[in-house]
């Protein structure tokens, strides 16, 4: 292969055309990483996709370092650095491949994790992880820098290549999963690094060399990538019995979805174990739908008929308390099995909405009865209900949440909410009231969680006396918690027992019944971090009810401290997040209890950990090049605050955006892809405005604080704006039609974006002056962010989204005030002022 690049270092401007490798290489990159997100998704768990993003920055991070410590032995032969822009996106092709098939052959079992005799082992399977994916985004990382090294001129046009690079990959790699599965996305981006590096090597001998490996690093992966689901997903048993068959894949980037069938797959209906009210009921073969390898819901062979353990089943319950030929809102339709059970229980009008569209689609393709049903609704509850507010059809009678809901996609999670409960709430008729499910399989808090969180809708809802309008009631496995418009009577309360007493049910919360003498019918000890004593030892348990006695009642005590029980709202709605991370010493200890569900938070512990010593190494270069960094102290204190703040600001307000707009579109795969990509490709362009104020940033410091301060000042009033009144605002636009809210969120975004391109470039560019300073800087923007997505995330679940934009403010405020410049000197006249 040829050595050198068709470009090499110069002082005049990098035209369009020899900025079209950077582009590629960055759009390659984040592919790279969305694509392995995707990859931990359905291998293991989404949760343990949080170190993709910590070993992209890690590269990128390692990348800067490195580029500082050679850019004096690279820039003293320009042959040097035309040789590395034409050797990197082989490098990279060859890292990408391997990392690829290395990645399949690491035998990762994030159950063992949690077990202290066999974690060790994992960790080093973690470690392995790294190793093979470090190399691929520490020559992306190094290439982009190396832009920065060579072309110090052109900072605004290469910092705006990279960007859209990256905000394009958002797009072009969320619209090809709609046709490729992510384990394939790898062979779509290796033909990309080699048309950058086509682009660069000009030499038919290099081109064709390039070609030849590009054609074996393709050849590679599919012969030896070998990845499939962890044998502790919830698809992998199903797979493997006999007879099983793939009905149907859907490619999605909200998941792979896959229809099995065979003789395992029943409904998933919660009975009574009472044999007598099952009336000899059989369980009903269905279809499974899985995505990602977990189970969503059931999808019927046929349609039903007669579904006699309706008068065993838990969610029955509701539909006796509520008037005769009831109007019922249904959210989520289990399959569709639900509008069936509704009827059969005797509801009048039914609604059923079934926001997620692949679930909505497959239920009308397995029941023909139900294409074009007009009962069904692919729409989000609080799109619906906003839509029909203040029309007759908006009263209903029960509003009966389905147990698999709250799985079946990532925008279920603001039905749980305080401000969901209260729009349920508001939509009731005078004796209406609202059935909500809660598994209580592993971790019991999760249903006090949701009695505090309803308790404080009914308070927002006006309700003086909360504690009369809840009912608790439960089986073995799951609880309903019942919100009612009016104070539950005697009567009610004595059908509530009777029901519970024939099916052999427990009632953990009856108003203003002490739960002390009732009889316990199935068992359910507490689970705690601590050693809580709820019950005396021996005795049958119902933890569920001592912990609402405990954390909810008057004159209990506060919950453990190694949980929290705030209730969910819509800017803090991660519903399974109650782990206090303050406690951590003791959730390690008993870490064998963790629910899955909170693994993402330690994870992001970890994450964060380990990217706070990594920008701690790379604060420490200055004290390794006294010569060139170290005698310029205030400019590598400048310096370290400027690009901290950019790292960690851009970060949190991508972040808070990306968690907005899937609200607001009730999509979480259009938000995400809408919010990045957009946020990204406005940076750029912003980015490339700054040119006019940092071309000349040399001569006049002056024009570069003047870009600065209107970019700073653009950020700092969308931050302001939104922690005041996006919460507000946005529930207003819910139930626009959705061409109308992608319009409104772009042009939302476009202001900020194009601010957000601005600093980066001008801080770059005022260390122009000082080359040394330019890839430690590159280097600390992305020690930072590596800092910031974990961090981000731990503040998001702990105290809601608004944290984000108002963590946004301070820090460019310090951006704003504290800018890379160096004080007038002899040798640089140009900088007075600064």
């Not at 690491?106 to 790294?130: E, S, V």
């Not at 294409?371 to 009678?397: C, H, I, K, M, N």
């Not at 890839?775 to 997505?789: D, K, Q, R």
Request: aromatic share 10%; hydrophobic share 50%.
């Amino acid at each position: 292969m040829s050595t050198e690049a068709s470009f090499a270092p110069a002082t005049g401007g990098l035209g369009r055309p020899q900025l079209v490798p950077l582009f590629l290489v960055a759009l390659a990159s984040v592919g790279y990483e969305i694509a392995l997100t995707r990859w931990f998704a359905i291998v293991s768990w989404s949760e343990y996709g949080y170190w993709v993003i910590s070993i992209t920055m890690v590269g990128i991070a390692a990348s800067g370092v490195v580029l500082n410590l050679a850019k004096d032995w690279l820039l003293a032969d320009v042959q040097r650095v035309r040789r590395a822009f034409a050797w990197l996106p082989a490098a990279m092709i060859v890292s990408l491949a391997g990392g690829t098939i290395a990645l399949t052959a690491i035998d990762f079992n994030p159950l063992a994790l949690q077990n202290h005799a066999t974690m060790d082992a994992q960790l080093w399977r973690i470690g392995a992880y790294y190793a093979a994916l470090f190399p691929f985004f520490f020559l992306s990382g190094a290439f982009i820098g190396l832009y920065f090294v060579a072309f110090g001129s052109d900072i605004s046009r290469i910092y705006a290549a990279d960007l859209v690079g990256a905000g394009a990959s958002g797009i072009v790699v969320v619209a090809l999963m709609f046709v490729l599965h992510p384990f394939a996305l790898p062979l779509v981006l290796l033909p990309v690094l080699a048309l950058a590096g086509w682009l660069l090597v000009r030499a038919p001998a290099g081109r064709g060399a390039l070609l030849a490996l590009t054609i074996g690093a393709v050849a590679a992966v599919l012969l030896f990538a070998r990845a499939d689901y962890n044998e502790y997903k919830a698809i992998a048993a199903p797979l493997r019995v006999e007879g099983n068959e793939r009905l149907q894949v859907i490619k999605s980037p909200r998941g792979v979805y896959e229809v099995l069938g065979n003789f395992t797959e029943r409904l998933d209906v919660d009975l009574s174990n009472n044999e007598a009210m099952l009336g000899g009921a059989e369980p009903i073969a269905t279809y499974g739908l899985y995505a990602d390898g977990n189970r969503l819901t059931s999808l019927p062979r046929e349609r039903p008929g007669a579904l006699p353990y309706l008068n065993a089943s838990l969610d029955a319950l509701p539909y006796r308390l509520v008037p005769k030929a009831p109007a019922v809102l249904l959210v989520g339709s289990r399959g569709g099995y639900r509008l069936d059970e509704a009827a059969q229980l005797g509801a009048g009008r039914i609604v059923a909405l079934e926001p997620e569209p692949t679930i909505h689609s497959l239920i009308g393709q397995y029941r023909p009865d139900l294409q074009g049903d007009a009962r069904r609704l692919a729409t989000a509850p609080s799109a619906y209900l906003r839509s029909v507010a203040g029309q007759p059809e908006a009263s209903f009678d029960l509003v009966d949440i389905a147990l698999d809901f709250q799985g079946s996609s990532d925008i279920s999670k603001y039905s749980f909410t305080v401000e969901g409960l209260a729009a349920y709430h508001r939509a009731l008729s005078p004796t209406g009231m609202i059935s909500v499910p809660v598994s209580i399989r592993e971790f019991t808090v999760y249903a006090v969680k949701l009695v505090l969180t309803a308790r404080q809708a009914l308070r927002a809802a006006g309700v003086a006396d909360p504690s009369r309008h809840i009912v608790v009631y439960r089986s073995a496995w799951n609880a309903r918690i019942l919100l009612s418009k009016q104070p539950f009577d005697a009567a009610a309360i004595a059908a509530i027992q009777r029901f519970c007493d024939e099916r052999s049910f427990d009632t953990p919360y009856l108003p203003g019944v002490d739960p002390a003498g009732a009889k316990i019918w199935n068992d359910l000890p507490a689970v705690s971090f601590e050693q809580v004593q709820l019950g005396r030892p021996g005795e049958r348990q119902d933890a569920l009810a001592a912990e609402i006695r405990a954390y909810v009642l008057p004159g209990g005590q506060r919950w453990p401290a190694t949980v929290d029980l705030s209730p969910a709202t819509t800017d803090r709605p991660h519903f399974f997040s109650v782990l206090r991370l303050a406690a951590l010493p003791a959730i390690f200890e008993r870490i064998d209890l963790v629910p899955r569900e909170e693994i993402g938070a330690l994870v992001s512990v970890a994450v964060l950990a380990q990217s706070v010593v990594i920008a701690l190494l790379v604060l420490s270069l200055p004290l390794f090049r006294r010569k060139t960094m170290g005698m310029h102290a205030r400019l590598v204190s400048r310096s370290i605050a400027y690009f901290a703040g950019l790292g960690l600001g851009f970060l949190f307000i991508e972040i808070y955006l990306i968690e907005k707009a899937t609200y607001f579109l009730n999509d979480r795969t259009l938000g995400f892809s809408l919010a990045l990509g957009s946020m990204l490709l406005y940076s750029g362009i912003g980015s490339w405005w700054s040119g006019r104020f940092t071309e000349h940033a040399h001569n006049d410091a002056r024009l570069l604080r003047r870009g600065l301060r209107r970019a700073c000042l653009v950020i700092l009033g969308f931050c302001a704006f939104a922690f005041a009144f996006a919460d507000t605002l946005l529930p207003l636009g819910i139930a626009w039609p959705l061409p109308v809210r992608i319009a409104v969120l772009l042009l939302a975004i476009a202001p900020v974006g194009i601010a957000l391109g601005f600093p980066f470039a001008c801080g770059m560019a005022a260390l122009q002056p000082y080359p040394h300073f330019v890839p430690w800087a590159w280097s600390l923007n992305g020690a930072f962010s590596v800092v910031a997505s974990p961090l981000a995330h731990l503040l998001a679940m702990g105290h809601g989204n608004r944290v984000l934009v108002a963590s946004g403010i301070g820090l460019y405020l310090l951006v704003w005030l504290w800018p890379p410049l160096a004080r007038r000197s002899a040798a640089q006249p140009a900088l007075a002022g600064a």
